[in-house]
């Protein structure tokens, strides 16, 4: 029974391209969250997800970040036009359902830097 | 969400207790008390959690203070990979699910 996949572990892109992060939930669970970790400091919760539904942005940026979760296929959380400061640890949780008593399976995040 | 407050860092050795500690004195009637760990360049890693009574996994127990106002994450005994940031979380009901607030947790140093 396989975690939360993330992938690519490591990303690396120039200032102005795009970065699409994918997260794969756990089998069965229909139910995603994105989490920033910059440099030196703790995670931030960035959008909650349901499958073609986003319950809950209100942690993402106001501009250049998206996330989506289609019916078919893994979460992508996309920053368009990467800057500097966009550097940081993206991880994503994954639940079968809403609810707070479970404890939520994070993956092992992807490590976006910008050159 | 209500506020915890943890030690920023703590010292234990190698294959003894470890008690940390948490406040929450503005914990709600349905608050549940998280813990959560994240070791170096990892994501965090679900330890335990509890509402009401006391609860035991195979990674640690937790102790809840009668009042809830308090609770203490015990590592019965610390080994070496138990090295990592240790937070403690409440989570509400209501539009706060899978929205968990990290603060600076705790630090937990392992000497061999």
């Known amino acids: 029974n396989a975690g939360v996949m993330q992938n690519p572990r490591h990303l690396v892109r120039r200032r102005g391209q795009e970065a699409r992060l994918r997260c794969s939930p756990m089998k069965g669970h229909s139910h995603v969250y994105w989490y920033r970790q910059l440099p030196e400091e703790g995670l931030k919760f960035m959008v909650y997800l349901q499958k073609e539904n986003i319950i809950d942005e209100s942690g993402m940026p106001k501009e250049r970040f998206s996330a989506e979760f289609p019916k078919e296929g893994p979460s992508i959380l996309r920053i368009q036009q990467v800057v500097r400061g966009d550097s940081a640890a993206y991880f994503c949780?994954?639940?079968?359902?809403?609810?707070?008593?479970?404890?939520?399976?994070f993956g092992s995040g992807t490590r976006l830097t910008v050159v | 969400d209500a506020k915890t407050t943890q030690p920023n860092s703590m010292e234990s050795n190698e294959e003894e207790p470890v008690h940390l500690p948490c406040n929450h004195s503005?914990?709600?009637?349905?608050?549940?008390i998280h813990w959560y760990r994240q070791l170096p360049s990892q994501g965090p890693e679900y330890v335990i959690h509890?509402?009401?009574s006391n609860v035991n996994n195979r990674m640690a127990s937790l102790a809840i203070a009668e009042d809830r106002k308090s609770s203490t994450l015990i590592l019965h005994r610390a080994t070496l990979r138990d090295a990592a940031v240790y937070y403690c979380?409440?989570?509400?009901?209501?539009?706060?699910?899978?929205?968990?607030?990290f603060g600076q947790g705790t630090i937990l140093t392992v000497h061999p």
């Open positions: 949780a994954s639940s079968p359902r809403q609810e707070n008593n479970y404890g939520y399976t």
């Open positions: 979380i409440l989570i509400g009901g209501g539009t706060s699910y899978g929205k968990l607030t």
């Open positions: 503005t914990i709600s009637g349905t608050d549940y």
């Open positions: 509890g509402l009401t």
